[in-house]
């Protein structure tokens, strides 16, 4: 009986936990002006998640990207694109939700 409980409030503290941690679970996404917020998570308990938006200046075509991302990935969106219109790019990451506006 004791252990029953235990596991049970285990359980309940781990989801508050997942519940409270610093990470994305809305961030937007598009390119340049179109952007809409967008659900980071599909569901399960992916508690790694960052917003980011990439931002390419100058050469032949400038833009901006906005994102969700895994933790552990850098800023790989737009990185290619940028560098072969000969532009500089950026990028700025957060953990809040709708924070890469």
Same mark, same amino acid.
């Given at each position: 009986?004791? =252990?029953? #409980? ?5 359980? +309940? &503290?781990?989801?508050?936990? =997942?519940? #409270? ?5 809305? +961030? &937007?996404?598009g390119r340049n002006k179109m952007y809409s917020s967008k659900q980071c998570s599909s569901g399960s308990f992916d508690i790694n998640y960052v ?51």
């Amino acid at each position: 009986m004791f =252990l029953r #409980l235990f596991c049970i409030t285990t359980f +309940c &503290y781990l989801l508050l936990l =997942l519940e #409270l941690c610093d990470t994305a679970k809305l +961030c &937007y996404s598009g390119r340049n002006k179109m952007y809409s917020s967008k659900q980071c998570s599909s569901g399960s308990f992916d508690i790694n998640y960052v917003c980011q938006k990439y931002t390419c200046e100058g050469g032949r075509s400038s833009f901006t990207l906005r994102t969700c991302a895994m933790k552990s990935t850098g800023c790989i969106a737009g990185t290619r694109t940028c560098r072969f219109s000969g532009g500089k790019g950026s990028c700025q990451r957060c953990e809040g939700d709708l924070c890469n506006l």
